[in-house]
């Protein structure tokens, strides 16, 4: 199943992401670049830097000037979160694009790679959310509080996997067809933004 497959590159990545655990380390791709685990490793490095990224945001005693650099560092990474979702939907579009669509066939409410992006992220909140779980220096009521949180996640991830797998499924029996809308954000474009536009 794709989401296990998946899951599991997210896994591996947010382990090699914490054996540093530092948002300034040196990004590697153990995977080939015309992969499709390559495409989804990258994807969730870059989940799992912006997880930190706001971690430190947070920080009450953070410098507002350190701020706002980190502040343009989560902008431009959400920007290569858009990215490589739509890397991915180009890659379900190319596998599927020779499947025979049946006359009745239904749009989804949500592309592939942006239900694989919410996987991503899931898989991040469970990791974190069983660092809490087993935290020693927490109280019981903590760990209890976060075991059952923790179970609701997973429960999440059983469901969220079982929902993508159908809908490739659904994709290559032609059931549904894929149709990808670019985001089109326009803070970041200097002919979009008003703001950039007037500096120009």
Request: aromatic content about 12%; overall charge negative.
């Amino acid at each position: 199943m794709f989401s296990e497959f998946a899951y599991t590159i997210f896994e591996k990545c947010i382990t090699a992401y914490h054996v540093k655990d530092d948002v300034y380390q040196t990004f590697g791709n153990p995977y080939p670049k015309e992969d499709i685990a390559h495409l989804l490793y990258r994807k969730n490095w870059i989940d799992t830097v912006q997880w930190h990224y706001e971690d430190i945001i947070r920080d009450p005693d953070i410098d507002p000037v350190s701020a706002l650099g980190l502040k343009r560092k989560i902008d431009a990474s959400n920007q290569d979160r858009t990215d490589l979702v739509e890397y991915i939907d180009s890659y379900f579009l190319k596998k599927y694009q020779s499947v025979q669509i049946k006359p009745n066939a239904t749009i989804n409410t949500e592309s592939p790679a942006w239900a694989i992006d919410r996987l991503s992220i899931l898989a991040l909140k469970i990791y974190h959310m069983q660092e809490e779980a087993d935290r020693k220096d927490a109280s019981p009521e903590h760990n209890a509080k976060c075991k059952e949180k923790l179970e609701v996640l997973l429960e999440q991830k059983r469901d969220l996997s079982t929902a993508i797998d159908q809908l490739l499924s659904d994709f290559e029996s032609g059931n549904k067809f894929m149709k990808v809308y670019k985001q089109m954000k326009m803070y970041n474009d200097e002919e979009l933004n008003p703001i950039l536009r007037g500096q120009k």
